[in-house]
């Protein structure tokens, strides 16, 4: 792969979001790396690798879960880390976000911090 970019790390956190909002959680896995970290949210136990990181997004299927973007990716590709604010809404339940993610080499998450505020 090039050169990581701002930009392409900015197009993962959007992509993140939107498969999020989707349910999709098949095309969720495929932006994160095999040795994958989350905190979900900051300060609960973290899921470790891909097995236990679709355990925990397994949960919404079905739970009428909507999200999205209320504010600019800051990414910093030198650091391979961005952070964005999103809202989640589960039925009329609204979540305001804040994640915070590390990537690879190749654009893959390596670790999400979620910060949430209900």
Do not use: Q
């Not at 993140?16 to 300060?43: I, S, T």
């Amino acid at each position: 792969m090039s050169e990581l970019t701002s930009a392409m790390l900015e197009d993962a956190c959007t992509k993140y979001v939107e498969r999020v909002g989707n349910e999709d959680v098949d095309a969720l896995m495929e932006l994160f790396a095999d040795d994958c970290v989350v905190e979900d949210p900051v300060g609960s136990e973290k899921r470790v690798g891909r097995d236990e990181i679709r355990a925990f997004y397994e949960t919404l299927p079905g739970a009428g879960v909507s999200a999205k973007l209320v504010g600019p990716v800051h990414a910093v590709a030198d650091a391979r880390t961005a952070a964005f604010p999103f809202e989640i809404d589960t039925n009329g339940f609204v979540m305001s976000v804040i994640d915070v993610m590390t990537f690879d080499e190749n654009g893959r998450i390596t670790s999400m911090t979620a910060y949430w505020k209900m």
